[in-house]
């Protein structure tokens, strides 16, 4: 297999057929999908990775499905994505992950994260990546703390604004070093 950025324990790619049934499933995870609005459809799973899929043959990343090397298994998203929605932080590349419920607690997303954000400059020629999760999100900040990214500020994600679950989203920066 052909891996865009390869760490000791995860292969990050472009996305293909044999994804969509664990992604779908995936997205039909509550637990997975608690910090968003809803699970989500087959359709708007598959729209998804074709969303994503798109955005990689244009500009050469996207949130990337990860395997773990050691199975070769499908377990879920890591990566870089443009953002445009409009705020005050935007336009800007994001990094976004989401995984399986039993991928959790190992270390893979900030693993495959921390790829992202070194492969971000001599890749990608991206000089400055931001992150998002909602203030409920602990897991998720918690990653972007421990890759090194900064807490710049709070905003309303249109995705999300009037849902009174989730007031706000924390935004991290990271800048890379001339
Ligand atoms: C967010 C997510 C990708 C993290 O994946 P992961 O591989 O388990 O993350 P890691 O193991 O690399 O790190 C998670 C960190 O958060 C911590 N954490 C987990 N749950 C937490 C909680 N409820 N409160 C505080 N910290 C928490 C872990 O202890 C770990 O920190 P540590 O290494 O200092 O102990 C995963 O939980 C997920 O897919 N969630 C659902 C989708 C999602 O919300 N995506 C983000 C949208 S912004």
């Not at 057929?17 to 509550?30: R, V």
């Amino acid at each position: 297999m052909e891996y865009i950025i390869k760490t000791n324990r995860l292969g990050l790619r472009n996305w293909k057929h044999s994804d969509e049934l664990p992604f779908i499933e995936m997205g039909k995870d509550a637990e997975v999908m608690r910090h968003f609005p809803t699970v989500l459809s087959d359709a708007e799973s598959l729209d998804l990775i074709k969303r994503l899929s798109d955005h990689y043959k244009e500009y050469g990343y996207t949130y990337f499905a990860v395997d773990e090397l050691e199975t070769g298994e499908f377990i879920g998203f890591t990566g870089l994505k443009n953002q445009i929605w409009e705020s005050e932080f935007t336009p800007c590349v994001d990094m976004g992950w989401r995984l399986k419920r039993a991928a959790w607690g190992k270390g893979f997303a900030t693993e495959a994260a921390r790829a992202c954000l070194e492969a971000a400059w001599p890749k990608f020629g991206l000089k400055e990546v931001l992150a998002f999760a909602t203030d409920t999100n602990l897991a998720s900040q918690r990653v972007m703390q421990k890759i090194g990214m900064d807490h710049i500020g709070k905003v309303q994600h249109p995705m999300i604004k009037g849902d009174s679950r989730f007031r706000h989203c924390e935004v991290y920066k990271f800048t890379m070093q001339a």
